[in-house]
């Protein structure tokens, strides 16, 4: 992996060999306020395609609002979101609509909805966009979903997603997220609550996404060590600002305080 | 720093005229400002609910399912509450009519009161509180949850999925259930009338008879199809501005309520104002018997 040259310190970008296309995500100059509060200062971020992006940062740093702009679910103040080659920073309704079949989203929670069954929030994409898909062929398509995340069987018939534990909540989110095999995934915090095993599952399934199908993935987490092992590029995000880009190195190498005190809290739990 | 190593408060800066003017305008601009702020958000909703509702695919289970929600959810107590409206309306007119020996004209008093504002109006009452509490908590929910978002990033507009069939099965549901709670609240009076009271069953019906119109029937019907729209878009909003947990979601169905019940009171005065010269352009006095 390459690393282009940057523009400006906070620029990151990934390479990948269909480099004639452009990038995945492009992000101009994001500025992002709420109330008083200035949550984005002005992001620049490339990611190109096929590659794994990992936001690190602590609580309440902006990472889920950068992620909530790069899908069209919030709206700059300033600066562009660039999708495929599309500015979606302004785009209307029916446009984004269309925009979003592109992507899949994993959210922190899960957020099944709570008024279907485990089945039916598999089968809800599909259903939307993938009117050929019924009957059996529909369930043979779910079930081989909930095969792909390691779900058994009797957690796929009429039970909720309240009937389920946090972890299997979690992949059950990631088999939606999945299912119209869309060609970005956005991640925010998959592994958190999940055991050691799932965990390991589930960045499996993050590398295997890229390897195999060529997913572009951004993920937001707080688990540093998968953070190590997926990612091609990673950025740490501190109020608002992208303080450090790069890779292990890079992290474990940088002087900001904040970047500083966070790496070593890890490596202090982790001996 | 103290000699015991605690920091010193800052000393409070003295609060200039000036300064105290421009807080006293700022608290006083805040509500208006608010409450524009609100109707604005409100009015964006609407337009935006209109915008989805003519656009494919129309979601025929998310209606069904809402029309079952809202008619047959409500249909217990508005049936009670219509009944024992129209038996009270019965009895404390029959007090009144009494005394100029008019008690036959109890039946057409209590029809065309139930037909044309109390039906509409205290059925409204009841869906905003069983109906629009649910709409407000559900959808609440479902935006803390994350739930909205999600749907939004499987490329589904959750206006069209989640408000549309709410709206349009509110609309479609409140005349029936106005029709309803109207037809009971009659049975109430006729009970109280002609089973308590005494008065000959064919006067009563003869009299109710005469003196209604059929227009008396549509002016409640229209309005509780405004009703119903009414409810299901404040509801629906305030579900969607939801926002801290649990208690966001209490709050949210709270105001769901409160703002549905106003705008039913506020709405029934402006919406017989404007009804009366399109439907009730003449008057059906002549019909009365002389």
Partial sequence: ???????????????????????????????KRFGDREVLKGIDLV?????ILVILGGSGMGKSVLMKHIIGLLQPDAGQVIVDGEDISHMSALELKRVRRKFGMVFQQGALFDSMTNWENVAFPLREHRKDLKGQALDDKVRSLFELFSLKADIQGPRFPSELSGGQRKR???????????????????????DPITTDQVDEMILDAKKHLGIT????????ASAFKIADHIIFVYEGEIVVAGLKKEMLASEHPFVKQFFATWASKNI | MTSSGLPVPAPTPRASPLRVVREIITAIG????????QAGRLALFCLSTLFWLPRRPFRWSQLFRHLRDVGFGSL???????????????FQTLQGFRRFGAEALVGPATLLTLSRELGPVLTGLMVAGRSGSG???????????????AMATLAVEPMQYLVVPRVLAATFMMPLLTAIFTGCGFLGCYLIGVGREGIDPGVFLYETWLATDPDDFYEGWIKGAFFGAQISLISSYEGFQASGGARGVGEAATRAVVL???????????LAEMLDPLIHSYIHFDALPK
């Fill in chain 1, 1 to 31: 992996m390459t690393t282009q040259p940057m523009a400006k310190p906070e620029t990151t970008a990934v390479t990948s060999s269909r480099a004639e296309r452009p990038p995945a995500i492009e992000i101009r100059g994001l500025r």
């Fill in chain 1, 47 to 51: 990611v190109q395609r096929g590659s």
């Fill in chain 1, 172 to 194: 059950v989110a990631l088999a939606r997220a999945v299912a119209l095999e869309p060609e970005i995934v956005l991640y925010d915090e998959p592994t958190t609550g999940l």
């Fill in chain 1, 217 to 224: 993935s951004v993920v937001i987490s707080h688990d540093i």
């Fill in chain 2, 30 to 37: 805040q509500g208006p400002l608010g409450f524009i702020d």
């Fill in chain 2, 76 to 90: 217990f107590i508005v049936v009670l509450t219509g009944f024992f409206t129209g038996m009270v309306f019965g």
């Fill in chain 2, 135 to 149: 709409m407000a908590t559900e959808l609440g929910t479902m935006r803390v949850t994350e739930q909205i978002d």
């Fill in chain 2, 260 to 270: 549905s019940s106003v705008s039913i009171l506020v709405g029934t005065y402006v």
